[in-house]
Nanobody, 118 residues
Framework: QVQLVESGGGLVQPGGSLRLSCVFS????????MGWYRQAPGKQRELVAS???????TYADSVKGRFTISRDHGKKTVYLHVNSLKLEDTAVYYC????????????WGLGSQVTVSS
């Protein structure tokens, strides 16, 4: 069974930065594509960024150049560095582990609130 625990959210001013962390508890971390999603009030959950075990990354157009996803296999942790934050980045950020391509499951963390406000 996989569990994901996010941390690092908070209240930040526009233009500020945060680092979100997601700790993966379970086995076969490398079998999973790790992703960060977010959901703002009244909106659908959307993919922000993802990273394969080989380090290939994808980003939503709205965050390209501002957000960076990375993973540490030794610590079984995924990070999302968020810079140049905008008001519209306010959302609950969820960590996802997608192992479907390897016959594994799809798992979600409980989320971490990021609020951008002056």
């Amino acid at each position: 069974q996989v569990q994901l625990v996010e941390s690092g959210g908070g209240l930040v001013q526009p233009g500020g930065s945060l680092r979100l962390s997601c700790v993966f508890s379970g086995t076969m971390f490398t079998f999973y594509v790790m992703g960060w999603y977010r959901q703002a009030p009244g909106k659908q959950r959307e993919l922000v960024a993802s990273i394969t075990s080989g380090g290939k990354t994808t980003y939503a157009d709205s965050v390209k150049g501002r957000f960076t996803i990375s993973r540490d296999h030794g610590k079984k942790t995924v990070y999302l560095h968020v810079n140049s934050l905008k008001l519209e980045d306010t959302a609950v950020y969820y960590c996802n582990a997608n192992g479907r391509n390897n016959g594994k499951g799809d798992y979600w963390g409980l989320g971490s609130q990021v609020t951008v406000s002056s």
